[in-house]
């Protein structure tokens, strides 16, 4: 047993609990997806390190990397806007010395070098005497790679990067800031703090009144945004379609609201494929892609008019959390609605399943009592980037729920940041909307 005797005891004990994680990871079988034990170990082992790091990384060192890290992000960025990684990548093994990748990319060699190095800790580049390498993590970084998260990294590096620095507008809305944020925005006094108003106004300082109008009116950007929500979801796509029963779904029709480019339908068809087929149904859906299954229908319309009814399936996944609670209300009404027509032609449909009542499956990444780093990272680009948009906990989304006439009946975990909330219509609760 792995013992380390000159540890006092409580750092022996978190090595050697990390050593057991590994252990569970190294020693995992095949399986084309994680099992539930080793996604838990990996989990147990991400706390474990972030213990370690505290104990052998000096606190103001930490804190240095932590704020230092928009220069991280800035690297990634330029290494897939400029082809960086992709050049790297090119070079094969052998590598390229710093000339010629300067010239291959468009770029000047001294800052190139000083980027490169940057790199080098995220394993995208590594030094090789007089020649630089493509790291492990390189290939990621090329766009059209199957788990590229280039895109990823392009939207996060572009409009997340020019907004983050007006998140103090949405914590304390009327603080006098430095000239950076006070010379482009001017929020309206009443604009209280983490409000749909807040962040309304930190948008009009940017010149776009929320980040869909931007998308809406750049569809070079709208495309990188759909790829990048798509490329974030590879691993998720599967433990979605492996954590929730959807062979109690055979033989149905589902409705992916706001499913973008269909990316999780068509991966959830493949995994099911006695799933009837359905409907892709967004503000963004012009032509259906040219890979399209026969069995999707993509349709172009606004879930704040309506959601196309005759659908026994509803699933969303990330649309609440882009929005307040009033436009959360509005989507669910919606969909509601739809859920309660289709009611009538589910009844008389012969699905064989004896599955008669319309269901709606959002998954999110719910906020927990012990929220993972990535759920809480998440919930911030909500309160700075959608106005009102953030993660809930789900006595939240139960109560914006009930408020709309449906009903959480189960809530599924996944091995992902998701959680998949199972909602059933409330037949017995008053018409919500007429009620107000
Ligand atoms: C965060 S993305 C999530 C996309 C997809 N569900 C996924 O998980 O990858 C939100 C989606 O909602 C769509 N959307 C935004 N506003 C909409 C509206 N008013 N009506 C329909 N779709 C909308 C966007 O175009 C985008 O595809």
């Not at 590994?22 to 170990?41: D, F, K, L, R």
């Not at 006094?189 to 869909?212: D, F, K």
Request: hydrophobic share 40%; net charge negative; glycine share 8%.
């Amino acid at each position: 047993m792995f013992y380390q005797p000159s540890l006092n005891p409580s750092s022996a004990h978190l090595v050697t609990q990390l050593v057991k994680c590994i252990s569970t990871i190294e020693n995992a079988g095949p399986e084309q997806i994680e099992n539930w034990e080793t996604v838990q170990a990996r989990q147990q082992a991400e706390d474990l390190l972030l213990e370690l790091q505290r104990l052998v990384i000096p606190i103001n060192k930490r804190l240095r990397y932590a704020t230092m890290g928009i220069f991280e992000n800035q690297a990634l960025y330029l290494a897939v806007r400029l082809g960086i990684a992709q050049a790297l990548v090119d070079a094969g093994p052998g590598g390229v010395d710093l000339h010629t990748l300067a010239s291959r990319t468009g770029t000047v060699a001294g800052p190139l070098e000083r980027i490169l190095r940057a790199l080098q800790p995220n394993d995208v580049a590594v030094q090789c005497d007089d020649r630089w390498v493509a790291g492990e993590a390189a290939l990621a970084l090329c766009p059209g790679h199957a788990a590229s998260v280039a895109a990823a990294i392009d939207y996060y590096g572009n409009e997340m990067y020019t907004i983050v620095g007006f998140l103090g507008k949405q914590v304390a809305p009327d603080c006098e800031w430095p000239a950076r944020q006070a010379s482009s925005d001017t929020p309206s006094p009443s604009a209280a703090a983490g409000s749909e108003s807040a962040s309304q106004a930190c948008y009009a300082g940017l010149g776009m009144p929320s980040l869909y109008t931007h998308f809406a009116a750049h569809t070079d950007r709208q495309a990188v945004f759909t790829n990048a929500m798509a490329s974030l979801s590879i691993h998720h796509n599967d433990y979605i379609s492996a954590d929730y029963p959807w062979d109690r779904h055979e033989g149905q029709r589902l409705c992916d609201v706001g499913g973008a480019d269909g990316n999780f339908f068509k991966h959830l068809l493949a995994k099911h494929p006695l799933i009837a087929g359905g409907t892709v149904y967004d503000v963004t859906v012009t032509l259906p892609p040219t890979d399209a299954p026969a069995k999707l229908t993509f349709v172009h319309g606004d879930f704040f008019k309506t959601v196309p009814a005759g659908h026994p399936v509803y699933f969303m996944r990330h649309i609440l959390h882009n929005w307040g609670d009033s436009d959360v209300r509005r989507i669910l009404s919606n969909t509601r609605q739809a859920m309660v027509e289709s009611l009538c032609t589910i009844k008389a449909s012969e699905d064989g399943n004896g599955n008669k009542n319309p269901v709606l499956l959002i998954a999110e990444a719910v906020i927990a009592p012990k929220a993972q780093r990535e759920a809480i990272l998440l919930d911030l680009v909500m309160l700075n980037a959608f106005p009102g948009g953030k993660e809930r906990t789900v006595e939240e989304y139960s109560a914006l729920c009930e408020a709309e006439g449906l009903r959480i009946v189960q809530v599924w975990p996944t091995r992902g940041k998701h959680s998949i909330l199972e909602v059933h219509l409330d037949l017995e609760a008053k018409d919500a909307s007429k009620e107000e």
